[in-house]
């Protein structure tokens, strides 16, 4: 913890890795001492027989009363020689994150809940189903996604509301050319949120990406109709 995190602090440590582990007070330093992430209490539980084929299994991980400062993230070490894929398979069945705090450099997300699941097998696709609700702006939001990451970025569905407002993925595969449709409804209340000083109507918006890299738009709002097209030869992802 201390090489990759110097000046970090556990409060109380019990039980054990290999079955059930609780943290409490845990303070992870970011750079200039800052603190990166703080967790009020940690609880994992870990199957220790898939061990043995490198196969980690977590059954639940529970973290409480978090506290997250993107900002504050130490800059990364330099990799030594070139990376190979992970030999490890990892299954994390249950993870439950309550009250945490997130700052942003426009507004923060507080009490924040998160339930998911995410798979990483060894060499293979990353995959996580995550439910997530908290307040920005003063207003509640909750947000679902199901998505993939191998080669490409895959969304079969996501779904994020918000004052009133919604937007929808189903079926987005970002890749070279991107396809999947995404559906936005902006509430006015919503449209104040992002643009305080301007009074926008309830505005519809669809895109439309398929194959061979076209795109289609569709936007209705404040009695307007509007369709327009775009191709797209290709995207790239860092």
Do not use: C, M
Request: net charge negative; proline share 7%.
């Amino acid at each position: 913890l201390q090489d990759s995190f110097p000046g970090s602090t556990v409060g109380r440590l019990e039980g054990s890795v290999f079955t059930t582990l609780e943290v409490s007070d845990l303070k992870l330093a970011g750079a200039g001492g800052k603190p990166f992430v703080t967790v009020g209490y940690a609880k994992v539980d870990v199957g220790i027989v898939p061990l043995v084929t490198k196969h980690v299994r977590v059954d639940r991980l529970v973290l409480d009363d978090v506290y997250v400062d993107p900002d504050a993230q130490p800059p990364a070490k330099p990799s030594v020689g070139p990376s190979s894929p992970p030999s490890w398979s990892i299954e994390l069945w249950s993870l439950a994150v309550h009250r945490a705090h997130i700052v942003l450099p426009d507004n923060d997300v507080t009490g924040l809940d998160v339930a998911g699941s995410v798979f990483l097998p060894a060499g293979g696709t990353l995959t996580a189903i995550v439910a997530a609700k908290g307040v920005w702006r003063g207003q509640s939001f909750e947000a679902d996604a199901y998505a993939r990451k191998g080669k490409v970025l895959e969304v079969p569905l996501a779904h994020v509301a918000v004052a009133g407002g919604s937007a929808d993925v189903l079926g987005a595969r970002i890749g070279d050319v991107p396809t999947g449709e995404a559906i936005a409804q902006l509430s006015p209340a919503l449209a104040k949120l992002l643009v305080p000083d301007r009074d926008i109507p309830s505005v519809i918006a669809v895109a439309h990406a398929r194959g061979g890299g076209g795109i289609a738009f569709e936007v209705e709002g404040g009695g307007l109709s509007v369709r327009a097209g775009a191709s797209v030869t290709r995207v790239a992802l860092s």
